[in-house]
T-cell receptor
Framework: AQSVTQLGSHVSVSEGALVLLRCNYSSSVPPYLFWYVQYPNQGLQLLLKYTTGATLVKGINGFEAEFKKSETSFHLTKPSAHMSDAAEYFCAVSGTSGTYKYIFGTGTRLKVLA | EPEVTQTPSHQVTQMGQEVILRCVPISNHLYFYWYRQILGQKVEFLVSFYNNEISEKSEIFDDQFSVERPDGSNFTLKIRSTKLEDSAMYFC????????????FGPGTRLTVL
């Protein structure tokens, strides 16, 4: 069975500060990992994904995440927050064969303070 | 850029009524999914569909739910007799393949059951 835990349902950072959103996963098979962003009243937009290969993954809007198997983590970071980053962020895991459904975390709402 | 579209954006219905939510996946995609997000909660998998049949469904997807790809382009979710607890945002998603499984999400249909 697979699961995702996102620590911190709400995170506030100052504009220009580092953004760190935490995601830990549990999976009995090598996972595929994703970060999605949801702006108010909009759908889910893919930020980045890890499937195989390089463990540091770069995504859109300056975000990146590092897959750490030993820590079962896939934390999302951005060096400098922008006001437009305010949104809800979801980490998701899926299997590599047999099942392709996403299991989502509970989400982290990011607030960026001026 | 191709995108997943969903109609309607908002549907209000009375308890016990049937509703059909419509989705047009990306044209060369072969895998289709429905997820739902109850207000303030995480996104939950409902069902996946491939080769004109359900490939996986969650425990939420009971006999009240059905999916169909009636004409090779649309992908529909039908709820036969809506309950208050069916009120949620319903997201359709599609992916080109099952592996390396990036799912593209539509903007969602907000279903309100009164």
């Amino acid at each position: 069975a697979q699961s995702v835990t996102q620590l911190g349902s709400h995170v506030s950072v100052s504009e220009g500060a580092l953004v760190l959103l935490r995601c830990n996963y549990s999976s009995s098979v090598p996972p595929y990992l994703f970060w999605y962003v949801q702006y108010p009243n909009q759908g889910l937009q893919l930020l980045l994904k890890y499937t195989t290969g390089a463990t540091l993954v770069k995504g859109i809007n300056g975000f990146e995440a590092e897959f750490k198997k030993s820590e079962t983590s896939f934390h999302l970071t951005k060096p400098s927050a922008h006001m437009s980053d305010a949104a809800e962020y979801f980490c998701a895991v899926s299997g590599t064969s047999g099942t392709y459904k996403y299991i989502f975390g509970t989400g982290t709402r990011l607030k960026v303070l001026a | 850029e191709p995108e997943v579209t969903q109609t309607p954006s908002h549907q209000v219905t009375q308890m016990g009524q049937e509703v059909i939510l419509r989705c047009v996946p990306i044209s060369n995609h072969l895998y289709f999914y429905w997820y739902r997000q109850i207000l303030g909660q995480k996104v939950e998998f409902l069902v996946s569909f491939y080769n004109n049949e359900i490939s996986e469904k969650s425990e939420i997807f009971d006999d009240q739910f059905s999916v169909e790809r009636p004409d090779g382009s649309n992908f529909t979710l039908k709820i036969r007799s809506t309950k208050l607890e069916d009120s949620a945002m319903y997201f359709c998603a599609s992916s080109r393949t099952g592996t390396y499984n990036e799912q593209f999400f539509g903007p969602g249909t907000r279903l309100t059951v009164l």
